[in-house]
């Protein structure tokens, strides 16, 4: 299979599971709005129950108060009976609406008993009320005696022994109902959550694969072909690559054998002109100081971002994190790429003119959003040493007028000093603040500080500290001084220090936009 179609299976098989998900977070979601309108329903028929409970009670009060105290308890009687209907009116607006909510013919069939038991309780209570106005009459005829019978038999006891046993089972069914939609959405979220398990195990199980067998189709091939140009660096032009079933790579493949047909053809060639180069090579230590410092700026310079993009790519490369986290990563590579086109560029200028001439483009902005970005990008070159990257940002948003690239650049040789002098484990730290009218930048490490023999020249071009051999660094010695010219272009200064807790301290003060 070509790497287009495993790359092609890949994301189809995102695209599957990540459509499976949606389609189950959207089932979880009307599973919950389901489950939600069923218990609301339940509730607010339990409600009027329980409300019609209490009214009940009060209403057989208000009928014992006006049969017993006669007619100035008849306004209190009123009052209860028009308490009544309405808790009647809205137990049915609540069973209604229940069974509004439900979704299926068999639950509705279940729950049209509880419209039928609603009538009956209503029914019930109309013909107590009625008694309960006859014992009423009674008491008004005079026949008190025969009204408080009738009250006692035909509307207390009804009362207590046929409505109340009513609105209590009522009750209990409700409660029993609550209890169930409870369960069965503890048994739904159950059934959600294994789907949801199940569905993550095998989109993870067949994405690694289809990442495995993606990778290995573009690794082997590049492994192969670098091997072979490291062959060819040395001098071998007489080996080939296979063409067959490469795919992809059949095209680079043809390529490189044909430069290595043309390589073996002129190495007699160059055999034959060897001694012309001891001649050539003879020439070139006679090199000026101008063009060495410029092959040492190269080599310096280009180093730092190479390292930026080497990192983005291999955390892209190994990284198991989603498009979006890999989008940053590729931006990130985009960004360096274009700044080390501009670095490029700049240094062919830095070979014809003097290093005063090279163009500085200023703009104002923001002091701490280029001190972030560069801190994350000091996070690659720290890697290695598993070290830490910590930012303080206390300039309270400056802004200053600078070619903020030449900043970046000054700020990355910084980091890249703290990260050579850092033990491994260590922590560098990055830090603003105002000082009046300028901002300060500080760069602070946790190796062994500058010696007192070094402070003086450490800003010197090519110098190189006593302890920078034991400490196996590589370069030059030309970063700060670098670091020191851009500074100066933009009226700021640069200091190399101490910390009094260890380290040293690298600090940058620019002047604030309009100063």
């Known amino acids: 299979m070509s790497v287009r179609r495993r790359i092609l299976a890949l994301e189809i098989a995102s695209l599957v599971f990540i459509v499976a998900m949606i389609a189950l977070m959207a089932s979880a979601l009307r599973l919950t709005d389901h489950f939600a309108g069923r218990v609301d329903g339940v509730h607010k028929r339990f409600e009027a129950l329980a409300d019609l409970d209490g009214r009940a009670n009060n209403y057989g009060e208000q009928v014992a108060n006006a049969v017993l105290l006669g007619r100035e308890k008849l306004d209190d009687l009123k009052t209860a009976r028009l308490d009544m209907e309405k808790v009647f ?245 985009q960004g360096q790429a274009k700044d080390l086109g501009r670095l490029l560029e700049d240094l062919m200028a830095f070979a014809r003119a003097d290093a005063e001439n090279q163009p500085y483009v200023v703009t104002e902005g923001r002091i701490d959003e280029v001190v972030t970005l560069t801190a994350e990008e000091a996070e690659l070159l720290a890697e290695p040493r598993e070290a830490k990257v910590k930012l303080d940002l206390g300039d309270d948003g400056s802004r200053v007028e600078a070619d903020f690239r030449r900043i970046r650049q000054a700020l990355m040789i910084g980091f890249d000093n703290a990260v050579k002098h850092s033990p491994p484990g260590g922590t560098i730290g990055v830090e603003t603040a105002l000082l009046g009218d300028s901002v300060a930048i500080r760069i602070t490490d946790e190796g062994p500080g500058v010696s007192d023999e070094d402070q003086p020249r450490v800003f010197e071009r090519f110098y190189r500290g006593r302890n920078e051999n034991e400490l196996e660094n590589e370069g030059l010695g030309i970063g700060l001084a670098i670091a020191k010219d851009i500074l100066h272009r933009h009226g700021g200064t640069i200091s190399l220090g101490n910390r009094p807790e260890g380290g040293a301290v690298l600090e940058y003060i620019l002047p604030l936009a309009g100063r």
């Open 89 to 333: 009116a809205r137990l049915n607006q609540a069973t209604r609406d229940e069974i509004a909510t439900l979704g299926g013919l068999s639950e509705v069939q279940a729950e049209l008993p509880e419209i039928e038991e609603n009538r009956r309780m209503l029914e019930l209570y109309h013909s107590i009320d009625l008694n309960a106005t006859r014992a009423l009459a009674l008491q008004r005829d005079g026949r008190q005696v025969e009204g408080i019978q009738l009250f006692s038999r035909d509307v207390a006891f009804r009362l207590a022994n046929e409505l109340q046993p009513q609105i209590d089972r009522a009750l209990q069914e409700e409660r029993a109902e609550v209890a169930e939609q409870l369960d069965a959405i503890q048994d739904w979220q159950f059934r959600l959550w294994a789907a949801g398990v199940v569905l993550a195990v095998l989109a993870l199980a067949c994405l690694v694969a289809l990442g495995y067998l993606l990778r290995r189709a573009i690794v082997r091939p590049l492994d192969e072909i670098a091997a072979a140009g490291r062959r060819l660096a040395e001098g071998d032009y007489a080996q080939r690559l296979e063409t067959r079933d490469r795919g992809e790579f059949t095209e680079f493949a043809e390529a490189f054998n044909a430069v290595a047909a043309s390589g073996e053809k002129n190495a007699a060639e160059l055999t034959a002109r060897t001694a012309e180069l001891r001649s050539v090579s003879e020439q070139l230590k006679i090199i000026d100081t101008r063009r060495t410092q410029f092959l040492a700026d190269v080599s310096h310079e280009l180093r730092t971002p190479l390292t930026v993009l080497r990192g983005e790519a291999d955390v892209a490369l190994r990284s198991s994190a989603d498009a979006g986290e890999l989008r940053q990563s590729l931006e990130r590579i």
